[in-house]
Nanobody, 122 residues
Framework: QVQLVESGGGLVQAGGSLRLSCAVSGGIFSTYAMGWFRQAPGREREFVAA????????AYADSVKGRFTISNDNAKNSVYLRMNSLKPEDTAAYYC???????????????WGQGAQVTVST
């Protein structure tokens, strides 16, 4: 029933920008917090950003603060991740996820998207 479908991944040069989108269905968008996580080869999946349903509260990992922006659009049931000033170390599979409450903890997220690959080249 609940589905999170990501789009917008791709190959970009260092210093470039990319916007990821996640369309959410199943009636949870108005009440669940949304988050973005990423996983690079050989590494644990790590928190990137989170947002409350209202969009009034956000959280970011230190590694992306000032470069990435999370936002949502209740009318479109979508969450976005704008990534600016991309670095090679940002290369990873990016996942959107939904949690019953606003959190940065991976285990508290209940629904996950399929992942979108972001590759940053030099």
């Amino acid at each position: 029933q609940v589905q999170l479908v990501e789009s917008g991944g791709g190959l970009v040069q260092a210093g470039g920008s990319l916007r990821l989108s996640c369309a959410v269905s199943g009636g949870i968008f108005s009440t669940y917090a949304m988050g973005w996580f990423r996983q690079a080869p050989g590494r644990e999946r790590e928190f990137v950003a989170a947002i409350t349903p209202s969009g009034r509260t956000t959280a970011y990992a230190d590694s992306v603060k000032g470069r990435f922006t999370i936002s949502n659009d209740n009318a479109k049931n979508s969450v976005y991740l704008r990534m600016n000033s991309l670095k090679p170390e940002d290369t990873a599979a990016y996942y959107c996820a939904a949690a019953p409450s606003f959190t940065t903890r991976r285990y508290e997220y209940k629904y996950w998207g399929q992942g979108a690959q972001v590759t940053v080249s030099t």
